[in-house]
């Protein structure tokens, strides 16, 4: 099945820092999307991208949907503490319904 | 407020015992879904359904048991079959048109482990 290659594992950084990660994929996706998830909680949607190319901007999240369409970025610029938590990237390709793929998460560590 | 429920919040299973993890919405959405989550890994994909009374297999139904009777309501049963079911469970939700179908809205998750 498709898979989604995401990195780091885990970051940490000092406030005011900016962070970058990314997916990577073996398979073309139509639609990548960012969440993130607080500990003990559910993930909650950042951005959501839909062509190829494409530069969304939440805040200070911007996120990318790589040309290739095998590929996305999310850029988090001055870090705060409230960034910390497990960060997702999730892709949609083809028919498949609702059937996100999930990257493996990216952990992020602020620290004052 | 709008959302999803999910009960209980930490739930414990013998050996042998099927144990039913409860998710409501009052979001009106159409589709619902169950995911897996285990440390250091993304999330899979358990059982999904887009309408009342029909429900699709996931990437890893085995083990699992779903039933969806009313539009706001999607349980999952852990059965005795699932021979290791110590995750975190998220169940999600999603209108069913258009893009709207990948943003997926969470509950906040149940943790399950095995006595």
């Known amino acids: 099945g498709q898979q989604l290659n995401q990195s780091p594992q885990s970051m940490f950084i000092q406030e005011g820092e900016d962070v970058s990660m990314n997916c990577t994929s073996s398979?073309?996706?139509?639609?990548w999307l960012w969440y993130k998830q607080d500990p003990g909680e559910g993930p909650v949607l950042l951005i959501a991208l839909y062509k190829a190319g494409e530069l969304t901007s939440n805040g200070r999240l911007t996120a990318q949907f790589g040309i290739t369409r095998k590929d996305s970025f999310l850029n988090i610029s001055a870090s705060i503490p409230s960034d910390v938590g497990i960060y997702f990237c999730?892709?949609?390709?083809?028919?498949?319904?609702?059937?996100?793929?999930f990257g493996q998460g990216t952990i992020l560590t602020v620290h004052p | 407020d709008g959302g999803i429920t999910q009960s209980p919040k930490y739930l414990f299973r013998k050996e042998g015992q099927n144990v039913t993890l409860s998710c409501e919405q009052n979001l009106n959405h159409d589709a619902m879904y169950w995911y897996r989550q285990d440390p250091g890994q993304g999330l899979r994909l358990i059982y999904y359904s887009q309408i009342v009374n029909d429900f699709q297999k996931g990437d890893i139904a085995e083990g699992y048991s779903v039933s969806r009777e009313k539009k706001e309501s999607f349980p999952l049963t852990v059965t005795s079959a699932q021979k290791n079911p110590t995750a975190f469970y998220l169940c999600?939700?999603?209108?069913?048109?258009?893009?709207?179908?990948?943003?997926?809205?969470f509950g906040s998750g149940t943790q399950l482990s095995v006595l």
């Open positions: 999730a892709g949609q390709g083809g028919t498949s319904y609702g059937k996100l793929t």
């Open positions: 398979s073309i996706f139509n639609t």
């Open positions: 999600a939700s999603s209108f069913d048109r258009g893009h709207a179908n990948e943003k997926l809205f």
